[in-house]
């Protein structure tokens, strides 16, 4: 199946994320976590996800066609803390 | 004693006279510096149920131990009052380049009390203390001040603190400004100087701290530095825009967490027209960081004509981009940050200003307020040019201004008809840009929090619903598991506690969360300044400590359990947008704030600290502040 991923702010610098939203193809029973490291971001990250509007823990499991949105975790205004 | 300068200057405006008390070492390690000193001698001091304007209220500018040394996020200062908005316990923080200087004046806290019979200045120096007539200063922007008094004393590293026309006019909530961009911004301090005749404190000095162990404080400071490039997701991102980046603001409009349209609507189509990345290529001109901060975090915008923003006052956070943008709906930039700029020049709290706005808009478009009660200017959402002329009129007291200038909570009272529901404050400090709808467990904080609505004081759900070495600092704090953002269980509650204790330890040392202090770094940092045993026990116990008495000061004042809760509006959904199906369980919320004061020592239904958990933090003397009737 396909979803849709959008990545913001420092996320863009992952390896196979970019400015635009990229279609990424994962198997049925994939989860958040899957696409996200497929897209190359750490598991050591602060990250939230959302889809449609709704924030997602790492293990939502996915739908075909799902867009996900994949950001720094939301802190105090700077997205993410420091660790 | 190590680290401190071992003196409390106190300034009694009314009868004009200066003296300075030496506190032994056993008051340093039981509040150590900042937020515990403001805790302590709020309670201890100013008297019972007085006005917030009544003389006998006090400023208390309180730095902490670290202060002065050069180490990342280390200058800044506490400043704490009776607030003019809630008529209860006031703290805030702010950084810069004065509270370095106050250190090299030589003293740990100044203590402002009284009134002076006209328009007066505080020059404090390592040679001399002096209050000094600032008639000619009364009406002058931050900046305007900030500069004259550099001129008349001829100090080049004069530092000020001071306030714009808000404060004089007592706005109630206007900020009190470290030089000219960083506000103690929250509760109103800036009034409360205005109602004391007092335009500034300025500040300069050469006398440096001795500091038990200097070779560990420099690989501390080489760490910390080190430690930015070693954390480049959050570092960069604050070192080359500051706060308020697409992510913040975008993602956060996405999932319903920025507030919009006064909290009704939280989906704001013009957002990424309003974002520090949007700020910083139109207007960005570099950054610039507190005293000794290798973070610089702090943007420098600059707008020609006919904005004319001045690069040394303006730099909007992600907090001033949400409340004066996607909560009054404007997405025009340049009057964003022109009303930024003018909050900084004025001196007002750039949130509580934004939100108020939006409910003056919010009663206009809902026929509350007519445009014959707002002097004809049309107050709708996403009148850019209303909202700047507003900011105007507010911190001039002028025509609808002047109800806006008493900030949402007594503005509501006055108008009457229904402006209650439409009022986002918590006992009268208005809402951060953090829903609680998104951010439940720091909604708790927001309501419980001897200062209220403060999002620094408790963890962003979001940010600790997983695995990380986020939550595993929390983790050997008391958190025990990671949890859903919108979970509001004893065990998020354990994690809450965590961070706010955590937190107001850091508000005492005090430095900055924007540098990545972990707490035995911290409490490393205390020892080797101070020569203490210091130990995160201490630390700990410090902010539990500060919590109970600000929660005695408000308890004494009147400020009960019954008022530890959240504007209505959070318990239903918005307009749309993603929180178009939610809201907060009131019931659930409760029980919430019930574990919380638990977990706390408190009484789990009064909120009252229990006289064993008083002795436990070596404050039984605070009980006798306690109501009776408690």
Known sequence: ?83 | MRGAAGKILRADLTTRTINVDRPDERFYRTYLGGAGFVSYFLLKEVPRRIDAFNPRNKLIFAIGPLTGLPLPGASRSCLGTKSPLTGGYSKSEAGGFFPMALKKAGYDAVIVEGRADAPVYLLVTDQRVEIRDAGRLWGKTILETRDAIAGETGEKQIRTAGIGPAGENRVRFASVMNDAKDAHGRGGAGAVMGSKNLKAIAVAGRWNPDVADPVKIHELAATMNKSFYDNPLFVKALHDIGTGGEAAMVAGNEVGNLPSHNFAVNSFDGVKKITADAAMAAYGKGMEGCAACGVRCKKVIEIDAPWHVNKRTSGAEYETLGALGAVCGVDDLAHVLKASDLANQYGMDTLSLGVSIGFGMECFESGILTPRDTGGVDLRFGNAEAMLQVVEMIARRQGIGDILAEGTKRAAARLGRGAEALAMHVKGVELPMHDPRVKPGLGVIYAVEAQPADHMAGMHDTAISRESPSFEQLRGMGATVPLPASDLSDDKMRAQKAAHVWRLFLDSAVCCMFVPWDLDQLVEGVRAVTGWTYTAHEALKLGERIAALGRVFNLREGITAAQDSLPKRMFGPTRRGALRNAGLDEETFRRAVSAFYGIMGWDMETGVPTRGTLLDLDIAWAAEQLPTAL
Not at chain 1, 49 to 70: K, R, Y
């Open chain 1, 1 to 83: 199946m396909r979803v849709a991923v959008r990545v913001m702010g420092s996320f863009r610098n992952a390896p196979r994320a970019g400015e635009r939203s990229i279609v990424v193809k994962v198997i049925h029973g994939s989860r958040v976590a899957d696409v996200r490291r497929a897209v190359g971001i750490g598991d050591d990250e602060s990250w939230n996800t959302s889809i449609a509007g709704q924030l997602v823990e790492a293990e939502h499991m996915l739908q075909d066609g799902d867009a996900l949105f994949v950001f720094a975790a939301l802190a105090d205004g700077a997205s993410s803390l420091p660790e």
